[in-house]
């Protein structure tokens, strides 16, 4: 079983639609969270990181849910420019060292 | 401020060549990370170095070398390379004592075709 599953997609979506990606985790004793963007052929670049409380940044909303050791992110009015590749990264401490464990990402396209 | 920087963009290899791959930060990170990018698995870490002077395995180490020169840089050694090792390589970079929560900053990625 991989550290960390993603579904792959593609979810394909109107403009303006809402959709909602889940990762899952397999360590128990992962130590934080986030979500990544991905543009084709770009590096990674952080979207928002996670929280058990729950977080909001404009459209994009992360959940936590440690006990069932997922993750959700919602994006809401989808805009063209959201289509790119969702990464889900555990955080995870390691012999003293933090090592952060990529899921293989979920693509979104975004249709006009 | 410049970030985390990569060394050649892209880089085309016969195999058996050999070639190391630059990464500079100028962020003042401890931690400094080599991942490798392939279709369908995701990033997958290759090296890491918590700090300055140690450097460790990652998941797929086999056919690498690594070298935390100082601070700023961490470079990836390909000894001898193979078409196996074609990929898109990104180094990151963090500093922890920042807060557990700290994000990975990414360079802009090596593109690397062995032939």
């Known amino acids: 079983r991989k550290e960390v599953e993603q579904d792959p997609g593609p979810f394909n979506v109107p403009e303006g639609a809402t959709v909602a990606f889940n990762c899952t985790y397999s360590n128990s004793a992962s130590q934080s969270f986030f979500w990544y963007r991905q543009d084709c052929r770009k590096e990674p670049k952080l979207l928002m990181s996670v929280y058990s409380s729950g977080n909001e940044d404009g459209r994009f909303t992360a959940q936590l849910n440690r006990a069932s050791q997922y993750i959700s992110l919602l994006i809401r009015d989808s805009k063209l420019s959201d289509s790119a590749t969702y990464l889900c990264?555990?955080?995870?401490?390691?012999?003293?060292?933090?090592?952060?464990?990529f899921g293989t990402g979920t693509r979104l396209k975004v249709l006009a | 401020n410049a970030g985390v920087t990569q060394t050649p963009k892209f880089q085309v290899l016969k195999t058996g060549q050999s070639m190391t791959l630059q990464c500079a930060q100028d962020?003042?990170?401890?931690?400094m990370y080599w991942y490798r990018q392939d279709p369908g698995m995701g990033l997958r870490l290759i090296y890491y170095?918590?700090?300055?002077?140690?450097?460790d395995k990652g998941e797929v180490p086999n056919g690498y070398n690594v070298s935390r020169l100082n601070k700023r840089e961490f470079s990836l050694r390909l000894e001898s390379a193979a078409p196996s090792q074609t990929s898109v390589y990104f180094c990151a970079s963090i500093d922890p004592g920042v807060s557990y929560n700290s994000p990975l900053h990414f360079g802009n990625g090596t593109r690397l075709t062995v032939t």
């Open positions: 170095s918590a700090s300055e002077g140690t450097t």
């Open positions: 962020m003042n990170h401890n931690s």
């Open positions: 990264v555990v955080n995870i401490l390691f012999s003293g060292t933090y090592k952060y464990i």
